[in-house]
């Protein structure tokens, strides 16, 4: 069908698009000799859904219109065909690229996207404030202008959250799967944080190339989207920062609480990253890594639709914004060098225990065995100035319900550890019985940031998690791992 010769007072020069909400067209506006995009309802069968979707149009034009912000697009107009009785919306024509069309190329490298990410959680932290939630952040909603300035487009959905009228009947779901937040997905109320989430999924999908819960059906997406975790995208993007993964990993938790709690604290972590500086609000420097089941495991037979993925989620630890740990880390590194050059002049042969060349952490011999809860170790003899400049210490504490079995802790892919684990009996109510057993042990672990990886292993079962944390000079920190009595999960968790 072709397009109409004027809707209103706008003189239609061609068709540019369509969508859930209707046709685009670019059309000229007479009166002030400008051009602009013309967004016209599309008739719906039932009077019903005509209703529907009128009330949906005039909300995206209200919100829409109430928005002034330099990334969101700007409306113009409002009103009714005379002639069609048809609705449109007049707003400003875009000439750009959606991101889409960035992502069709290709992955995007991850300055760009963090720019990209920066500027349109700006936008959103505006309409949050506002009391908009956009509610279908997808690649197709944003245009980056040649300028390189990003605009969010189609508030069609919109929840304006002041008002009492819901938009959607009860248990309908309205948005785009592939980037909906978990909340959303179960139809559940939904604030700014859920944009947080659609924003994150963006960039994931612009950083690897592929959307973070791709699928095959929808209902295979929205499982993956509210149970499961993406690929750490440093699995796809080789050299990509471990900071850029920890900023995307708060942005994706599953629970709102542990997402960052505006969209604008997103923005600053991302210019944080553009600028080089470590960002302020990603929760510490810690995540976790889940893998997915061994082959041969007890959980190799589960079907993929349930599987547990990879994943990389933000450890559970409270940490201040404020960067005054660092500042007080630094100044005690600077004490300890300077007293570590002054001690080597008076003694320059090596210590003996000290730390050897390049700060490599000694690797614990595996043992043979041990008891369920080995008897406490002598307290270690005071650190050299070498030592508590080169090294941390890694206390692991681990629980379980296992008669037997073995432990085993991997720090940067090296075996650190070896254990084998002896479970006591406890009588449980009348009739069952369990094992408990627990086991601590303290490393030497080289500071700077490194990957810890503990396996499990018991009968012809293995469970395996990874978690990553930053170690200082001279401080302990400590590893609560735990094997499940039911389903044998195993959880880490720094403490």
Not at 271 to 285: K, M
Request: hydrophobic share 40%; net charge negative; charged share 25%.
């Amino acid at each position: 069908m072709s397009a109409p010769s004027t809707i209103g007072r706008y003189e239609v020069v061609r068709e540019i698009g369509r969508g859930a909400m209707g046709i685009v067209y670019e059309a000229r506006d007479p009166a002030l000799d400008r051009t602009v995009a013309l967004k016209v309802i599309q008739p719906a069968a039932e009077a019903d859904e005509l209703q529907a979707y009128e009330e949906r149009f005039l909300t995206e034009a209200r919100v829409a219109a109430a928005l002034q912000h330099p990334g969101i697009v700007v409306v113009h107009d409002v009103g009714r065909d005379p002639g069609s009785g048809a609705l449109f919306i007049a707003l400003e024509l875009l000439r750009g690229r959606t991101l889409a069309d960035l992502a069709s190329d290709g992955p995007v490298d991850w300055p760009v996207v963090m720019r990209i990410v920066a500027q349109v959680a700006r936008a959103l932290d505006h309409a949050h404030r506002s009391g908009v939630v956009h509610r279908d952040i997808k690649p197709a909603n944003v245009i980056v202008l040649p300028s390189g300035e990003a605009k969010v487009t189609d508030f069609g959905i919109a929840r304006l959250e002041s008002a009492r009228q819901r938009l959607t009947s009860t248990g309908e779901f309205i948005g785009t799967p592939l980037y909906t937040a978990p909340e959303q997905a179960r139809v559940e109320d939904v604030d700014g944080r859920a944009d947080v989430f659609s924003l994150a999924s963006v960039a994931y999908t612009l950083l690897t190339g592929r959307p973070p819960f791709l699928a095959p059906t929808i209902p295979g997406i929205v499982h993956r989207v509210v149970y499961d975790e993406p690929e750490p995208p440093s699995r796809l993007v080789p050299g990509l920062p471990p900071d850029v993964e920890r900023v995307l990993a708060r942005a994706l938790a599953k629970d709102p609480a542990e997402r960052y709690p505006t969209a604008e604290a997103f923005a600053e972590d991302a210019e944080d990253l553009i600028a080089g500086q470590p960002p302020r609000h990603a929760g510490g420097d810690d995540l976790v890594v889940v893998d997915e089941p061994a082959p041969g495991s007890a959980d190799s037979n589960v079907p993929p639709s349930a599987a547990r993925t990879a994943s990389v989620l933000p450890a559970r630890v409270s940490r201040p914004d404020f960067p005054l740990g660092r500042v007080l880390v630094a100044v005690l590194g600077i004490g300890v060098l300077a007293s570590f050059l002054w001690l080597s002049r008076r003694a320059p042969a090596q210590a003996p225990g000290a730390a050897r060349p390049g700060g490599a952490p000694a690797t614990v011999p595996a043992r043979p065995s041990a008891t369920a809860a080995p008897a406490p170790a002598p307290p270690d003899p005071a650190p050299t100035a070498g030592q508590a400049e080169a090294a941390g210490r890694l206390r692991i504490d681990f629980d379980h319900p296992l008669e037997r079995g073995t432990l085993r802790i991997f720090v940067d892919d090296e075996l650190a550890l070896e254990e084998r684990l002896a479970g006591q009996k406890r009588q449980k109510a009348l009739v069952f019985r369990m094992h408990e057993g627990t086991f601590r042990e303290e490393l030497d672990v080289k500071a700077g940031l490194h990957e810890v990886r503990v396996e499990v292993r018991w009968d012809d079962n293995l469970r395996r998690e990874r978690i990553v944390g930053n170690f200082r000079p001279g401080l302990t920190r400590r590893l609560a791992a735990s094997l499940g009595r039911i389903r044998r999960d195993l959880n880490l968790e720094w403490k």
